[in-house]
Each structure stands twice: as structure tokens, then as C-alpha cells.
């Protein structure tokens, strides 16, 4: 069973700066996408970026970035230019590329605090 | 275009009773999913609907029921509400190979 594990219940970040949330995860499939969501205080599950297996690239959307180390099953996510805005829990999620059910299995999340 | 809706946003069940939470979704979406959310543990999957008229236990489906009425509507039940099933509650859909919508989410206290 594949499995998802983010190791900082806790980070802080002062605002402007730049910060990196680990997420590693576990499995024998070789095709799968790689999510994170973030969670504000309003408890809304917000998708920041996705990251398909089978593509080399790092995505990037906007301040958002990730450094996917497939060998390493490595998936963190980098926040530039940190904002206020961006304090909230967020969470990194595994899915398998096969099948037709689209399950979401999550890390155990990691709750971000920007320090002005 | 409301997304997912879920209704109630909070509700407090004495241990026992039955209630039943209501998700919809007005995206067309094939997919509908049942998440609990505890402090520590992420989100859990509960039961998940892969098309209409299909549904499927999740990691956590002991104490819960699900009906996905029509490709709109996924409802869980609980017919016997224990505090261990004090809760938040998410209700998420998907279109084939894309990401989750998420629904606002409902708080559920059982005393």
C-alpha cells in the first residue's frame, strides 16, 4: 500500500522569505501524480500544484514550486516571497495513474506560520 | 457554479443518534469521495463513488454508510453516532484523471 509522510508537523517563515516543506511517500507503481493542498484557517482544501510521475520538469505555478526526486520518492514544495497570506496547514497527496477510482492518499500535514 | 456543496457546515449529535450529511456537485463530475479529517492524521478516505450507481469502501468505512443518489449527490450516513466519529467531515468529486474539488467541510461533535 502506498503510503505518505510529511516529517515537520511545524514551520515558520518570515514573510518575503523563502521556505521548504518536505513530503517523501512510499510505492511500487511507477506512474502516479503528486499533490499538495492547502488548508487556510476557513478549512477549504485549495490544490497549489500537481506534479505527474512521468514528467522530469519540476512544476511551478507561481511563488509555488516543487523539487520532485523520483529515485528519491521525494516531493517538496517551495514557497518564495512568502506571504501573510500563505500561513495555513498544508498537505501533500499521492495518487495512483492507474485505475478508475482517483483516490487521494495524504500526508499527515504540515502547518506553516509567516512571521511578519 | 457553486462546486461542492455540503450541507449542515456544523452539527452536534448526542451518541446514538443517526444523521445524515448531503454533498453536491454541479461540475459533472463521475467521481465523489467521503474524507474525515483529524488532528494529526490528514485526511482519510471514508467511501468513495467511482461513477454513478458504484460505491466502494475507503481506509474508514467501519460506522458509516454512503448513497450516491445521482451523479449530483453522495450522501454519508451515520446511523449510530459515537464520539469517536467526532469529526470534520470532507466530501470531494473529480472528473477522470484530475484533481479533487473539495467541498467547505462540516463539523461534526458527537457527546
Known amino acids: 500500500a502506498q503510503t505518505v509522510t510529511q516529517s515537520q508537523p511545524e514551520m515558520s517563515v518570515q514573510e518575503a522569505e523563502t521556505v521548504t516543506l518536505s513530503c517523501t511517500y512510499d510505492?511500487?507503481?511507477?506512474?502516479?501524480?503528486l499533490f499538495w493542498y492547502k488548508q487556510p484557517p476557513s478549512r477549504q482544501m485549495i490544490l497549489v500544484i500537481r506534479?505527474?510521475?512521468?514528467?522530469?520538469q519540476n512544476a511551478t505555478e507561481n511563488r509555488f514550486s516543487v523539487n520532485f526526486q523520483k529515485a528519491a520518492k521525494s516531493f517538496s514544495l517551495k514557497i518564495s516571497d512568502s506571504q501573510l497570506g500563505d500561513a495555513a496547514m498544508y498537505f501533500c497527496?499521492?495518487?495512483?495513474?492507474?485505475?478508475?477510482?482517483?483516490?487521494?492518499?495524504f500526508g499527515t500535514g504540515t502547518l506553516l506560520a509567516v512571521q511578519p | 457554479n457553486a462546486g461542492v456543496t455540503q450541507t449542515p457546515k456544523f452539527q452536534v449529535l448526542k451518541t446514538g443518534q443517526s444523521m445524515t450529511l448531503q454533498c453536491a456537485q454541479d461540475?459533472?463530475?463521475?467521481?465523489m469521495y467521503w474524507y474525515r479529517q483529524d488532528p494529526g492524521m490528514g485526511l482519510r478516505l471514508i467511501y468513495y463513488?467511482?461513477?454513478?450507481?458504484?460505491?466502494d469502501k475507503g481506509e474508514v468505512p467501519n460506522g458509516y454508510n454512503v448513497s450516491r443518489l445521482n451523479k449530483r449527490e453522495f450522501s454519508l450516513r451515520l446511523e449510530s453516532a459515537a464520539p469517536s466519529q467526532t469529526s470534520v467531515y470532507f466530501c470531494?468529486?473529480?472528473?477522470?484523471?484530475?484533481?479533487?474539488?473539495f467541498g467547505p467541510g462540516t463539523r461534526l461533535t458527537v457527546l
Open positions: 497527496a499521492y495518487r495512483s495513474a492507474w485505475g478508475a477510482t482517483n483516490k487521494l492518499i
Open positions: 510505492t511500487s507503481e511507477s506512474d502516479y501524480y
Open positions: 506534479q505527474e510521475a512521468y514528467k522530469q
Open positions: 461540475m459533472n463530475h463521475n467521481s
Open positions: 463513488s467511482a461513477s454513478e450507481g458504484t460505491t
Open positions: 470531494a468529486s473529480c472528473r477522470d484523471s484530475h484533481e479533487q474539488f
